[in-house]
């Protein structure tokens, strides 16, 4: 983490003692740039996060279409990353159900990346919430600029 992305980190960290904000929601919608969602018109799944990320604060604009292969190959999505929905961000893309908490952490570290990626739909994941409470452990993965990933954060392990 270089000094400047620290220091980034640390002001959005400290953000909601110094402004009396103590919810995601609050600091993300203060801070953070828009958020633009591609997903089908008939996912429901992937509404389900937009409304998670929406109640973390983000402002989220919504642009359904039937085939996203011409998002995921504009933003450079390497092959077997793929999920149900892609969404930008401050100059990253975002596959899948990424958590808020793990986009807010993204955009204060700005990492030398693409963006993040959680394959597949795992349940448990925003988005793709049970019933009956269950999870699956996954990981949300960061894309670096020559494909190649790494484990950004891991859930449910």
Known sequence: MTRLSALTYLLLALTPVLTGCTDNASVAKATGPALVVYKTPSCGCCGDWVDHMRQAGFDVSVHEQNDLSDVKARVGLPFGLG????????GYFLEG??????????????????????????????????????KDAYDVLLVQPDGDTQVYASHGH
Do not use: Q
């Not at 999920?83 to 401050?90: N, P, R, Y």
């Open 83 to 90: 999920s149900c929905h892609t969404a930008e961000i401050g």
């Open 97 to 134: 159900h990424v958590p808020a908490n793990d986009v807010i952490r993204l955009l204060a570290e700005r990492p030398d990346a693409r963006g993040l990626a959680v394959p597949g739909m795992p349940i448990g994941s925003p988005g793709m919430e049970m019933p009956d409470g269950r």
